[in-house]
């Protein structure tokens, strides 16, 4: 199949090329000949003539029916939007003293986010003098880290921004599962 360019297609009176390489609706070579000569050819099987290939030299021309063509175009795109998974930076937010109750709950989140196929953006504030010690926040990250190792990978190291530390931590990628095999995963 051929491919067509993205941008704005030229049909029928718009081609402006004086020559053009013309290929009917069933993908066979036409030879190259003048756009009135493939304007009057498309017209005599009822069809459009389309400017596929502007750049080529000369431009690339298909005999199409037009308005079919791109009814079908839409119906792909909208079937892609379906299938597309929209995956979120979801933030769990701590301080360099939390509690241990506290850090298993926010990792217990974190693992709910990621679960649902959201990223993590892990976050230490410091306030005060907290900041004099950033290497307590990098321990707590890498902390976080070391907790979730089974269902996270890394995406961005634990970085200083200001007066808070990040760490972004995104989803392990599931191996293609097989049809009809044995899959013990977890629902």
């Not at 067509?4 to 718009?14: A, F």
């Not at 930076?89 to 509690?99: A, D, M, S």
């Not at 959201?118 to 230490?124: D, M, S």
């Amino acid at each position: 199949m051929f491919s067509i360019s993205k941008e704005s297609l030229r049909i029928n009176g718009e081609i402006r090329a004086r020559e053009v390489r013309v290929t009917d609706a069933k993908g066979a070579q036409l030879g190259i000949m003048s756009t009135r000569e493939a304007l009057r050819r498309a017209e005599e099987v009822h069809l459009d003539l389309v400017e596929v290939a502007p750049k080529a030299k000369p431009p690339v021309c298909r005999i199409m029916d037009f308005g079919k063509y791109r009814y079908e175009q839409q119906k792909r795109e909208k079937e892609a939007k379906k299938k597309q998974k929209i995956i979120s930076v979801k933030e769990v937010k701590l301080r360099p003293g939390i509690e241990t109750h506290d850090f298993n709950f926010k990792v217990k989140n974190a693992l709910r986010f990621i679960a649902e196929g959201n990223k993590v953006k892990a976050t230490i504030m410091f306030r005060g003098r907290e900041l004099s010690h950033p290497e307590m926040g990098r321990e707590l990250l890498l902390k976080v880290a070391e907790q979730m190792k089974d269902a996270v990978t890394v995406e961005r190291e634990p970085k200083l921004e200001g007066k808070n530390m990040i760490m972004i931590l995104a989803p392990k990628v599931q191996k293609a599962q097989t049809k009809g095999g044995n899959t013990n995963a977890k629902n």
